[in-house]
Every structure is written in structure tokens, then in C-alpha cells.
């Protein structure tokens, strides 16, 4: 899906885990390391959104401790290998932002996203079920838990590609499904919005998906992973 003959910039968009957080955070490093090698963080563009006054620092005991962007680094590495020396990546962590702020952030980050030599990646697991997760949504007429939260997951997938944020809000509010990236998820949604406004045609497909474990009974857990793209036409 990534082409590293036309991409220059990598926005990478993961939710905050470990820091309550209401709005979204820069990082406050140059580089970030990989096993392959080190990535430059655009300065430029933190510049520009560090202007906008709608961002935070993140300390570097939160970017070392979140997941969320980490997870992609050796991926983007490895996917643009060939360019390794001529990109730049824009890790942002995305808090709990309301409908709102989504709206805002989505606007910002929409005349970026317009840009074809511009990436954007972002981070979410899907349905997180157990007593652990404290979240045990299930529909009895899918048959087996592990069906149900497929079919959850799926009805959210879906919605997610009829590129509609309200659906998805709403979707949130009624089963309460636990997708760590619906921030993030939120936020790409409304800046794609943002762009089919002034006519810019555009499709979303998911590829894969795929549970940890199938849940049985009350006592399993599971975390449910989708994968999915956009493309504009």
C-alpha cells in the first residue's frame, strides 16, 4: 500500500495510553531509533503545528512508555528502505478528544492528508474483550463470543469505511466497543470529511483482521487487530 518512490512525510497518529491527555502532543525528540535505522522527526511541520496552539509536549518518559506510534517505526523503516535518507516522520499522539476536537483536529491535519508525497498511519487495536479489558459485550444470536466480537468489530469496520465520523461517534456510544485508536481513527475520518467537501473522491477499505485467541467463555480475553487503507482517487 505504501509507495517509497513518492512518500516524504509520515504522519504517524497513535492514542495516549499511559497520560490522561484532552488535546494532542508532540514529541520533544529529533530522532527516533529502530533496529534498522533512525528516523528524523519533520521539524518543520512540528513547527507549523506547534504554531497552531493546539498541541502539547509529551515528556520523554510518555514517548518512551507509548506503544501506540512505537509499533509502526520498524514497519515504516522497513517499507521505505529504499528512500531511508530522503523522509521525514510526524509522530502525534492523539488524547481523548471530543466529537469537537476531533472536527478541529481533523480540519488541521486534512490539507496535509491532500498531499500525495504525505503518509498518514494510524494506530489502533480493535475490540478488547475479557474481564481484564472490563468489557464482555455479547450477542447470543452470533453464536459462539468470539463470532460476536467479530460481528462488532465488522459493524465498526464498516462504518469506518462509509468514511461517516458521526456514525462512528455513535456507533461508540451505543456498544461501547473498546477500539484504543477511535481518537485517532476519529480524527482521520473528519479530515477525510474535510477533503470530500471540497471534492475530493476517496475510498477506504479494510484488507485483514484477526482475534488473539477465540473467545469461548467468560473466563477468555481477546484483542481483536484490523488493518485497512485509504486511497484517493
Known sequence: QVDPNITRKIFILG????????RCALSSVDIYRTPLYDLRIDQKIYGELW???????MSLQTDEDEHSIEMHLPYTAKAMESHKDEFTIIPVLVGALSESKEQEFGKLFSKYLADPSNLFVVSSDFCHWGQRFRYSYYDESQGEIYRSIEHLDKMGMSII??????????????????????HPIGVLLNAINELQKNGMNMSFSFLNYAQSSQCRNWQDSSVSYAAGALMVH
Not at 15 to 22: A, G, K, N, Q, R
Open 51 to 57: 504554531k497552531t496552539g493546539m498541541f502539547e509536549r
Open 161 to 182: 469505511e462509509q468514511l461517516d465520523p458521526v456514525s462512528f461517534s455513535n456507533y461508540l456510544k451505543k456498544y461501547h466497543n473498546t477500539i484504543c485508536g477511535r
Open 15 to 22: 492514542p495516549s495510553h499511559h497520560v490522561p491527555l484532552s
